[in-house]
């Protein structure tokens, strides 16, 4: 079974740090492009960033300067590393990856099931 875990999620006070983590299993080969996105409560599901099989980064405004992709092709492996965190940045990040190969197949797009994050006080 081809599936994308993610993990790394909990509970920050403002201003701390998280690192996120996105594994590919299932005889991959490749994950591709992967984004993070931030489903928050009541919000559109929102991009916060891109890595490309290459390692080039992309990340929304609000990403700028606070987030840092990094990845492990060898490992199916990309973190999201967070820091000075914000009570907006709340809500579940969910990594998808594509196309993903694999030894029998390529997957247009694969989803995790996401990670929760709650920056309070």
């Known amino acids: 079974q081809v599936q994308l875990v993610e993990s790394g999620g909990g509970l920050v006070q403002p201003g701390g740090s998280l690192r996120l983590s996105c594994v590919g299993s299932?005889?991959?080969?490749?994950?591709?492009?992967v984004r993070w996105y931030r489903q928050a409560p009541g919000k559109e599901r929102e991009l916060v960033a891109t890595i490309s099989p290459g390692g080039r980064t992309n990340y929304a405004d609000s990403a700028k300067n606070r987030f840092i992709l990094s990845r492990d092709n060898a490992k199916n492996t990309v973190w999201l590393q967070m820091t000075s965190l914000k009570p907006e940045d709340t809500g579940v990040y969910l990594c998808m990856g594509g196309p993903v190969v694999t030894q029998g197949a390529t997957y247009h797009e694969i989803w995790g099931q996401g990670t929760p994050v709650t920056v309070s006080s």
């Open positions: 299932g005889n991959i080969f490749s994950l591709g492009h």
